[in-house]
């Protein structure tokens, strides 16, 4: 609803609080093609005018002009932080659409948080809810992409408690012994090789796939290479964590990786073992008992269990 500037108290707080909020909507709105501030506002009036009722000019800038810094920075701290951050999806659906991508996710979903690593954190949500933006095929792709660059950071960037020992799990009955899973990890099911996708990408940026090449990429973001990499449908699961600091990208089996989740959300270890006989039916068919124990064991070795806790993050 429009605000009659002229009606605003400066001493009422309530009238502040307004001022406030307008001056955000414009400051939050996408700058033009040239990254100067829009001439008008979204009901056609002249944002030079509006400027000037709120803006006292300064000796060598404009009102519009001071609006129009708060505006670049804003936006320019935004790009910024989706381009390191999300760079494999720039890579994978080009800049431009990238950039359009950016400008309609803020405008559905504003920054809450004063991280800058969580104005990205409903990327994936916006995507599922507008399936038709980037089109069917590159669509899913991208969602992929957000996934394991999400969790590509959770693995740096998220704690780590201290590693379940074979005691630990000695001492209760499987029945009745909950695990968790560390909460630098992420359990994902990718409906292409996205990740070949994203490391080839980094291969050829010269950045490598090391904790440090994945971290460089919020200062130099990934370069679209000049023959593009073949993406391919490929459902497959894979375990995103961390390991002595450095995150890697673990191929998991379909039953390993049900097992996996139903201990990831609460699921005794009795009943997570149970269930994997019924995950062989739609997966690994011969995959059996004894290799689910090397698996575990190596979970184990890898500091993947620790204590269960609700929640968490």
């Not at 406030?20 to 100067?36: A, M």
């Not at 990499?229 to 600091?245: I, M």
Request: aromatic share 10%; net charge positive; charged share 30%.
């Amino acid at each position: 609803m429009p605000i009659n500037l002229q009606s605003l108290d400066a001493e009422n707080p309530e009238s502040l609080r307004k001022l406030q909020r307008l001056v955000l909507t414009w400051i939050r709105r996408p700058l033009n093609s040239k990254d100067r501030i829009r001439k008008r506002a979204e009901d056609g009036k002249s944002m030079e005018a509006l400027a000037q009722e709120v803006f006292a000019p300064s000796r060598t800038m404009t009102s519009l002009e001071r609006l129009e810094v708060y505006n670049q920075q804003y936006w320019f701290k935004m790009l910024e932080a989706f381009y390191q951050d999300f760079s494999g999806l720039s890579y994978l659906i080009g800049k431009r659409r990238f950039r359009k991508l950016l400008e309609a996710y803020l405008e559905k979903y504003p920054p809450r948080s004063a991280r800058l690593g969580d104005i990205g954190s409903e990327l994936e949500a916006f995507l599922k809810e507008n399936p038709d933006f980037l089109g069917a095929t590159i669509q899913e792709a991208a969602i992929d992409m957000v996934r394991l660059e999400r969790a590509l950071f959770r693995a740096i960037d998220a704690p780590a408690y201290p590693p379940l020992s074979s005691r630990d799990i000695m001492e209760v009955k499987p029945e009745a012994l909950r695990i968790s899973l560390q909460p630098h990890m992420s359990l994902l099911e990718l409906q292409f090789a996205i990740e070949d996708f994203l490391l080839s990408g980094l291969d050829k940026s010269g950045m490598g796939t090391s904790e440090k090449g994945i971290v460089d990429r919020r200062k130099h973001p990934v370069k679209k290479l000049k023959r593009p990499f073949a993406l391919e449908r490929q459902k497959h699961w894979v375990v995103v964590h961390r390991f002595r600091n450095v995150p890697y990208i673990k191929p998991v089996e379909y039953p390993v990786f049900c097992f996996l989740s139903l201990l990831d959300k609460g699921h005794t270890l009795y009943e997570a073992c149970e269930a994997f006989e019924t995950s062989k039916e739609k997966g690994e068919e011969n995959f059996s008992e004894l290799e689910l124990l090397q698996r575990a064991q190596e979970f184990m070795v890898l500091g993947w269990f620790c204590r269960y806790r609700e929640n968490v993050l």
